[in-house]
């Protein structure tokens, strides 16, 4: 039997919370798996349509650490049949008490903290003591080796993808609508965060406009940086060219992906926060379409240079510009979407699994 711990689960929506779900799942197919979770408001219909059993903690943050970490104890203490823990993060691990075989996932920011800092200390403390350390991408295993992880501990397993469904013609129409009329065609999937750089990506547009007439860069999500965008879009006069959507369906979100021509997220290193991976990248590319990713995360593992797309200097506006330029000339970006949908079959789920089975 192997226990899940994360704090990151559907039915709440994200990145993480998709990774530990496909993981949990495809773990289930493997041998029967216990779930530890943090509460979310509208789960008892989700639990009640899963295969394994998964159990909800609830209170405030620090309450609910030290209630999940004893459920989780008094759970080994009583089931002598656990052979694996594996968990989302290290603090998932923090106050767990027990020697059965550990797997802990890292993706870049929880452990990006300065090397001889309290966090830095007791992440350290953590990481070093579990069997496995499970790294997102190549940037992330050598982040964590430069904060002081041990090196022998850590295996780089990308994240896992599942097959794509057809999207209902419905939202291809309205994604057809909303595009209508517009050529050269960008898409940001993304929240709002300083790190994604969208306001290079649009700063870039008022450049290209000049070339591509109708050029339309479109944003799906929301943040912190939403407002200070928008403004930025009113002051370049970029309104007929920048379109942002939000709280829309995944089929629609698709569906706009799947009608663009590049997914460009050129992201940064910005204080602490990095793209230990780009799952979007990934999901861009099962439509067959091609990604910009920034040199500095881990964008290098899900975008092969120069063939399913480019990797450029985020922080270099110029670079950005180019990299579009380079992918629209000629229709360059038609024959690196073909790459990048045959390169996204490596990351589809049932492949992934096999890499997690060799180390548990």
């Not at 070339?211 to 879009?233: A, M, Q, R, W």
């Not at 500095?296 to 399913?308: F, L, Q, R």
């Amino acid at each position: 039997m192997y226990l899940v711990i994360t704090r990151s689960f559907p039915p709440e929506l994200g990145g993480m919370q998709n990774l530990m779900w496909g993981l949990a799942r495809s773990l289930s197919k493997l041998k029967l798996i216990k779930v530890f979770a943090d509460y979310h408001e509208n789960h008892e219909e989700f639990d009640k349509s899963v295969s394994f059993s998964i159990e909800r903690v609830s209170g405030m943050k620090l309450i609910r650490k030290y209630r999940k970490s004893y459920l989780i104890n008094d759970y080994l203490a009583n089931n002598k049949n656990i052979e694996c823990l594996i968990a989302d993060h290290w603090k998932s691990l923090e106050l767990v008490k027990t020697n059965k075989k550990k797997i802990c996932l890292i993706h870049s920011k929880e452990i990006n903290h300065p090397k001889g800092s309290g966090l830095n200390k007791k992440a350290l403390s953590v990481l070093n003591n579990v069997d496995y350390v499970v790294a997102n991408s190549n940037y992330t295993k050598n982040l964590a080796i430069d904060l002081g992880l041990e090196e022998k501990k850590i295996v780089v397993i990308n994240p896992g993808i599942d097959p794509v469904v057809e999207i209902p013609k419905k939202y291809l129409d309205e994604a057809e609508e909303i595009l209508k009329g517009k050529k050269n065609k960008l898409i940001t999937v993304s929240r709002f965060d300083k790190r994604k750089n969208h306001e290079k990506v649009i700063m870039a547009v008022r450049n290209l406009k000049e070339i591509y007439p109708n050029i339309n860069y479109t944003c799906v999500g929301y943040g912190d940086e939403e407002e200070k965008l928008k403004k930025l879009v009113v002051e370049l006069k970029l309104e007929d060219q920048v379109t942002f959507l939000k709280d829309i369906p995944v089929d629609l979100k698709n569906a706009l992906i799947a009608k663009s021509d590049i997914f460009v997220m050129p992201s940064i290193i910005h204080k602490k926060s990095v793209e230990g991976f780009g799952i979007a990248y990934i999901e861009a590319a099962q439509y067959g379409i091609p990604s910009i990713g920034g040199k500095d995360g881990g964008a290098s593992d899900a975008i092969i240079h120069e063939k399913t797309g480019l990797i450029c200097d985020g922080n270099q506006l110029d670079d950005i510009y180019s990299s579009i330029d380079n992918l629209f000339k000629e229709n360059k970006y038609l024959e690196y979407g073909k790459e990048a949908k045959n390169n996204s079959v490596n990351f589809l789920w049932d492949k992934v699994i096999e890499k997690y089975k060799k180390i548990l």
